[in-house]
């Protein structure tokens, strides 16, 4: 029987993965070995006693002794707190789901890459954050990292069987949000609910807002740049309001192998829970007829500054990336708080990469976990002093 892991459980890919492993069998098919979560405790122990799984852990330090409650009777072990996640990494899984959202999901899929199986990776800031350190400990442990967004996933489906050195260009696709046609002047006025209302895809707050700025689709980039190790210039974001086609990889004889699919982020999951196999999945089929048309147009570096900045953060990779996504998580808080307008969040990541990289430079500095966790730690101390000069 495989035995599988969900890191990020009660979220939005939590769920959806939750829901392949149900639909698969659940504990019938698989031994689960470990559930985590945050907040959501009730949805938490309702997920390990379905799947009856080894431990559940919040990462809620405060929330242990709900937890061991809403698991009483069921045999289900309980823990809390970012180590006892980590520690849960350290149980051997055949495929571990990567699905905690922001930094914290590199330390567990650091741990769970060190057992040498399949690691399915959503949690793009680790690749951001961390991607050499990441690849070369599946390179190390002879493990697998599976890509789970949804670009990614379409990349790598459009490369199996390729040439890579073929390869001459990787575009990804951009919905381009709920604000793909505001003019700038509107921008800055977005509030919280509006930036979180995507138009195609069903996400979690923070990736919804991340999207309506593009620092979704920034990070993507850099994700595209560390997973599959292409010079930056062959890497580009199209807009593509009906978020049908997620990739495009073009080759040298001009060739272009473009990956479709409804926007239901259980395709690339289940991608990599089949994975080598193509199993039945419970998404919609396309009907071309009925989409009539497909668009794409070039995203506005004006309106869209983020995918400025990531070509930067391509370009320089040592600890860039970690200064990066530190300094827009930050932003997306004070965002989130109401103390920064929308547009000021790009600012506020571009001050805080120049302030970091006239303080310590960002480029050669070697990148071992305690050289990332201690620039994610700077740049959200300098992200949030810079910020009070913008509010
Ligand atoms: P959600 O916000 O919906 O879920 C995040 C999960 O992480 C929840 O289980 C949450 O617990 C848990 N969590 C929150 N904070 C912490 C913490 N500090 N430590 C440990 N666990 C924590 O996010 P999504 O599912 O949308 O996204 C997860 C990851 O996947 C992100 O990296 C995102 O960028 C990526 N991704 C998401 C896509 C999507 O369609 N949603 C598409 C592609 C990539 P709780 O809810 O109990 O508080
Ligand atoms: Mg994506």
Redesign the pocket.
């Known amino acids: 029987m495989r035995s599988i892991s969900i890191f ?7 769920e959806s993965t939750f829901d392949l492993i149900v639909r698969a069998g659940g504990a019938d098919a698989f031994r689960t070995v470990a559930l ?5 405790i009730a949805r ?1 122990a309702e997920m390990a006693r379905t799947l009856r799984a080894e431990i559940a852990v919040t ?1 809620d330090p405060a929330r242990l002794s709900e937890l061991r409650e809403a698991l009483a009777g069921s045999g289900v072990q309980a823990a809390a707190g ?1 180590d006892a ?1 980590a520690d849960a990494a350290d149980r051997p899984a055949d495929w571990t789901m990567s ?4 930094a ?2 590199l330390v567990p899929g650091l741990r769970a890459l060190r057992h040498g199986r399949t690691l399915a990776l ?4 680790s690749l951001v954050t961390a991607g050499a350190l990441l690849l070369g400990t599946a390179r190390q442990h002879g493990a697998t990292i599976l890509p ?3 670009e990614h996933s379409a990349v790598f489906q459009a490369l199996t069987g390729e040439d890579t050195a073929a390869v001459e260009r990787v575009i990804i696709t951009a919905s381009g949000g709920p604000f793909r046609d505001w003019p700038l002047e509107r921008l800055k006025a977005a509030t919280v609910a509006e930036a979180k209302a995507h138009p195609n ?1 069903s ?5 919804s807002i991340d999207s309506a700025s593009m620092f979704n689709k920034a990070l993507e980039l850099i994700e595209t740049r560390e997973y599959f190790g292409f010079d930056p210039d062959m890497i580009e974001a199209v807009v593509h309001p009906q978020s049908i086609v997620h990739a495009l990889v073009g080759f040298r004889d001009g060739a272009v192998m473009a990956h479709l699919g409804p926007p239901d ?1 259980r395709h690339a999951i289940g991608f990599a829970l089949n994975f080598p196999d193509r199993a039945a999945l419970p998404v919609a089929r396309l009907d071309l007829a009925k989409l009539g048309s497909l668009t794409f147009q070039a995203p506005d570096p004006e309106r869209f500054p983020a995918l400025r900045l990531s070509r930067e953060v391509m370009r320089i990779r040592g600890l860039s990336g970690a200064a990066f996504n530190a300094a827009k998580e930050i932003a997306l808080d004070h965002f989130m708080e109401g103390r920064l307008g929308f547009l000021d969040m790009a600012g506020l990541v571009e001050a805080t990469l120049a302030r970091l990289s006239s303080e310590t430079g960002l480029g050669n500095a070697a990148t071992t976990l305690e050289d990332v966790l201690g620039m994610d730690h700077l740049a959200r101390v300098r992200a949030n002093e810079l910020a009070k000069t913008l509010q």
């Open positions: 990020g459980a009660t979220g939005s890919i939590g985590t979560g945050s907040a959501n938490l990462a970012p996640i699905a905690i959202v922001g914290a999901g959503a949690n793009k800031e789970v967004d949804s895809w996400m979690g707050n923070r990736i982020m």
